[in-house]
């Protein structure tokens, strides 16, 4: 149970986990990364998923990176600008840069994109990119990664983030200061809006727990997390990005 | 006659469950979220512009005013539409053409309101964006949306009005050399005016409740809109758009809307049966 943004992949990874050991029986559920973290530590749960690094209160329990989701920052595939810097992206969502054209773009208005509040993915580039820095009320607020996508694809001076792994042709994922979003960059770790997903369990795991983990960290899990768009474990070495594993 | 008595004291529990969820879900909502209510201020909660939620700050002031201006547009629309159509229903055409019509306009109150959503995004938000700027996700695709949603109620219950009103009416105001139109206008119209506004509040409730299709069309900013090009965000949709993952203070920000929501919708409902019991009487 935990995160909504790991949830669609923690089902995918039951599911075939279920084929492969018919025996086991794996219920996943969301609720967003602090009830995961909870309902571990209450015994509610076996496994929390989090998509935010384990707080300092949280260490007595492991947490182990599954995969890795890198966030872009997409427009239209028409809009002429093909790299942002952060301060400028910054500048763009908290609505202090109105216009493309003194970022180097068209002369038009920024049609602002964000995701609603209490999402993941909204809090994890609140986090990587702003800061400190409010993203705009005057945002347009989508409830998805899929309707952000819609939307951007639509029209031709809007803006907004989603994952990695769900950019299509429809969009243009832009550069960040001067690094494109892809895995190479990732596992050199030259490309910095990445975050963890993580699954939290407690210190001594029961047997079906260890052998989920042993499925999802070989290689039939890792590719298919590989093959749902985000950036494996084994192609990151040591510390990642985003924060470390605790244990 | 034992048997009379027990089939009327079962209906009876029949009723009261149906009403005892009402009151249940009532309890429910405000026992959630009053709270958070009194625990950010009920001035700051109701007048605040500042919804950030994860950081504690829960001002729906835009949102009621994103309401407001999404049902006002929806009543431009949909009210002068909606009893022009009851009037030629009623009066200007024979019954067999108003028996023809009228199940289509029932057919209008049958379609779920995502596919007037979704009606919306994919063909009035473009022509919108295209035509008159902005992002096209607007109070103005908002009020278009709902002003055709709200048609069926305000048509119906107009009808009925008219339908009513006794034929002694009519052929009075005929008798008197008045022409067809300025029976309807002088004479019918004013005397089913009550049932009309009460139609016309009715059509409000539906306006102010309306989610799914709002979502897909208003863009859900959380501002007050400054021109019916710009984005809103109303009480529904900010329950709807936020709910997945709203947990503790956040979940129950949620409720509190809500409760606002079942107020004004109370008084709404109020104002409506006031109104079409003065008619009775």
């Known amino acids: 149970m935990g995160s909504t943004s790991v949830q669609p992949f923690a089902e995918s990874l039951a599911e075939e986990y279920m084929v492969h050991y018919p025996q086991e029986k794996i219920y996943v559920q969301g609720g967003g990364s602090s009830a995961g973290i909870h309902a571990v530590r209450s015994e509610a749960a076996q496994i929390g998923m989090s998509s935010r690094p384990l707080m300092p209160e949280e260490k007595d329990l492991i947490a182990i990176p599954i995969a890795y989701d890198a966030i872009t920052v997409i427009v239209h595939p028409s809009n002429p600008l093909d790299n942002l810097g952060t301060e400028q992206i910054r500048r763009i969502f908290s609505g202090q840069m109105k216009n493309w054209g003194p970022a180097g773009g068209r002369n038009h208005a920024i049609t602002l994109v964000t995701r609603e509040e209490g999402s993941g993915t909204r809090e994890a580039f609140q986090h990587l990119i702003m800061g400190k820095t409010e993203i705009s009320l005057g945002a347009l607020v989508q409830d998805s990664n899929g309707a952000i996508r819609q939307l951007v694809a639509d029209d031709p001076h809007a803006i907004g983030y989603i994952s990695l792994g769900l950019v299509t042709d429809q969009v243009k994922a832009l550069k960040i200061d001067g690094v494109e979003a892809n895995v190479e960059n990732i596992k050199e770790r030259r490309y910095k809006i990445v975050r963890p997903f993580l699954f939290v369990f407690k210190a001594s795991p029961e047997r079906q727990v260890k052998n989920f983990l042993d499925y999802i960290l070989s290689p039939p899990g890792q590719n298919l997390l590989v093959q749902e768009g985000l950036v494996s474990v084994t192609t990151i070495s040591a510390t990642p990005p985003g924060g470390a594993p605790s244990k | ?281």
């Open chain 2, 1 to 281: 006659m034992i048997k009379e008595k027990f089939l009327e004291k079962s209906l009876f529990l029949v009723a009261l469950s149906s009403i005892s969820v009402l009151a249940l879900i009532a309890f429910f909502i405000f026992e959630q979220g009053v709270p958070l209510i009194w625990k950010a201020g009920p001035f700051s909660f109701l007048l605040g512009e500042r919804w950030f939620p994860s950081q504690g700050s829960f001002g729906i002031f835009p949102m009621i005013v994103g309401s407001f201006w999404v049902t006002i547009g929806a009543l431009i629309i949909g009210v002068p539409l909606g009893v022009a159509c009851a009037i030629f229903l009623c009066e200007l055409t024979p019954a067999a053409v108003s028996a023809a019509f009228r199940p289509m306009i029932q057919l209008l109150a049958a379609i779920p309101s995502v596919i007037f959503g979704f009606w919306g995004l994919i063909v009035l938000v473009p022509l919108i964006r295209n035509y008159l700027g902005g992002p096209g996700l607007s109070v103005l695709a908002g009020s278009l949306v709902l002003g055709i949603m709200i048609l069926p109620t305000i048509i119906s219950i107009s009808e009925d009005s008219l339908r009513a009103l006794p034929r002694t009416l009519k052929e009075g105001a005929l008798s008197l050399g008045a022409t067809h139109w300025q029976t309807i206008w002088r004479v019918l119209l004013p005397a089913a005016r009550s049932g009309i506004v009460a139609s016309i509040i009715l059509g409000m409730g539906r306006a102010i409740g309306e989610t799914m299709a709002m979502i897909m069309v208003l863009g859900n900013a959380v501002q007050m809109p400054d021109s019916i090009l710009s984005s809103t965000r109303t009480l529904t949709t900010n329950i709807g758009i936020e709910m997945g993952y709203a947990t503790g203070d956040h979940r129950q920000a949620l409720f509190a809307t809500g409760v606002v929501l079942f107020f004004i919708i109370m008084g709404l409902n109020t104002l409506a049966l006031v109104i079409s019991g003065r008619r009775r009487s």
